[in-house]
């Protein structure tokens, strides 16, 4: 999401390397530069305006250091602000015994979902969530959610049928919670395609009924300035605890996340990164700050590595990789244990560098051609490749619906990779032999 504006920021830091000192010119032409992409990744205007004047305040004040370039003291600066734009730290939800969630905001922006994605990153915490369907006016919304909780195996409360009172129907969830056990209640409550007063009256009843201890509201980061709005004027009906981002994988101009906390001054507790039930995580300032400014998100990709592949399918696939006796049927495993993960544009931004490099961008369907090919082959044709001859590529090139030479090229790719896996274990044996002979 953050890839034009990223990009936009590192021209503005670009121009000041080449300075020898932080001067008010220097500082005031390149501040210029990263208001204009704020302004144009949707950052609120005041939010800009106050961001820029203190980062120039420092940039310009006793706290610069004389041991690095003017470059290097402006991302760090600006790193620093963007955490504290953000929110600073991580802030946790109140899970006090018994605690209740109410999911608030409009139709569309994923509350339904992130209500199952946050009842579900909760279970895998140790905790016991429960679903509870309160949106009285889409019976699709409840049947969601009630797909969803059976996908997650979370308990879910439906409304009878036809129930139109908020209040009756709630009453009848608490005595169903309190039959079912849990110690988390998660209420999905009711939407608009607008803010109007009806819907903030029905919320208002059931929060001062209910007496929550989160009031989270969802937000679509696509929508830019329009969330902000919505943000201020929930908060303003039903004092929000804090805010769950949505759609954070898209290609939207992101300034949502950097003008939300600040205006609300609440703070994003969850992001959605995906479409898929697992692809709902905490939201960390320093992460995106880092992110933003093309420094990746180390942590964030160990994390998301470990989610995703057991600690038994890294030992095999390291076992394959030290021994060269890495096949193709290895390669279709590695490729799907990745893509596990999610989106690979994400999975790239979250390494160092990986912003720099202009063509390392993903074809999505290029990766499922890649994937068609190998299923093409018969399970020996995969365990040895050099068997595949002239014939066999245009029999496996016609199954998977690609040309010959696509085949041929993924064949040669891998060829290569395994080339040079087989060399790295001889150097490994080469110098574990010219070591033989020396204690360390």
Not at 41 to 51: E, G, I, L, R
Not at 113 to 140: C, E, F, N, V, W
Not at 151 to 168: H, K, M, N, S
Not at 305 to 315: F, G, L, P, Q
């Amino acid at each position: 999401m953050f890839a034009r504006l990223s990009d936009k920021l590192q021209d503005a830091f670009k121009n000041l390397r080449g300075q020898g000192k932080i001067s008010e010119a220097n500082v005031t032409d390149a501040l210029k530069e990263v208001r204009m992409a704020l302004l144009d990744a949707d950052v609120h205007f005041q939010v800009a305006k106050d961001f820029i004047a203190k980062v120039k305040e420092k940039a310009l004040g006793e706290q610069v250091l004389r041991s690095v370039t003017p470059g290097q003291q402006i991302v760090k600066i600006f790193h620093e602000e963007l955490c504290a734009l953000l929110g600073g730290d991580t802030a946790p939800l109140d899970l006090s015994k018994n605690s209740r969630i109410l999911i608030v905001g409009l139709n569309g922006a994923g509350k339904t979902t992130s209500s199952a994605k946050l009842a579900r990153l909760l279970k895998s915490q140790g905790l016991a969530p429960l679903l509870i369907a309160s949106d009285l006016h889409r019976p699709a919304a409840i049947d969601q959610l009630a797909v969803l909780a059976d996908q997650i195996e979370v308990p879910v409360f439906r409304p009878e049928a036809g129930e139109t009172d908020i209040l009756r129907s709630t009453k009848r969830a608490l005595e169903w919670c309190e039959s079912t056990g849990g110690n988390v209640q998660i209420f999905d409550t009711a939407g608009r395609q607008e803010i109007d007063g009806p819907l903030i009256e029905e919320l208002k009843r059931l929060r001062d009924f209910l007496q929550p201890q989160e009031v989270l509201l969802v937000c679509d980061a696509a929508t830019g300035q329009q969330a902000v709005s919505v943000a201020e004027h929930f908060h303003a009906a039903l004092g929000l605890t804090g805010l769950i981002l949505t759609k954070l994988d898209g290609d939207a101009r992101g300034g949502a996340a950097l003008s939300l906390r600040s205006v609300t001054g609440r703070p994003i507790k969850f992001a959605g990164v995906g479409e898929k039930i697992d692809q709902f995580e905490t939201f960390h300032p320093d992460r995106l700050a880092g992110r933003i400014l093309g420094m990746g998100d180390v942590v964030s990709l160990v994390e998301r590595a470990s989610e995703a592949i057991s600690e038994d399918e890294a030992r095999r696939m390291e076992e394959k990789l030290r021994t060269a006796t890495f096949d193709l049927t290895d390669f279709l495993q590695q490729f799907k244990m990745i893509r596990r993960m999610g989106p690979l544009e994400n999975i790239l931004g979250m390494i160092p560098g990986m912003d720099k490099i202009k063509d390392s961008s993903i074809d999505e369907k290029q990766l499922k051609r890649v994937e068609a090919i190998i299923l093409s082959m018969t399970p020996r044709e995969r365990a040895k490749p050099d068997i595949l001859n002239a014939r066999r590529r245009q029999r496996i090139s016609r199954g998977s619906g690609v040309s010959v030479t696509e085949v041929n090229n993924l064949i040669l790719r891998f060829n290569q990779m395994r080339k040079m896996m087989k060399n790295m274990g001889a150097m490994k044996k080469l110098m574990a032999k010219a070591g033989a002979g020396f204690k360390f």
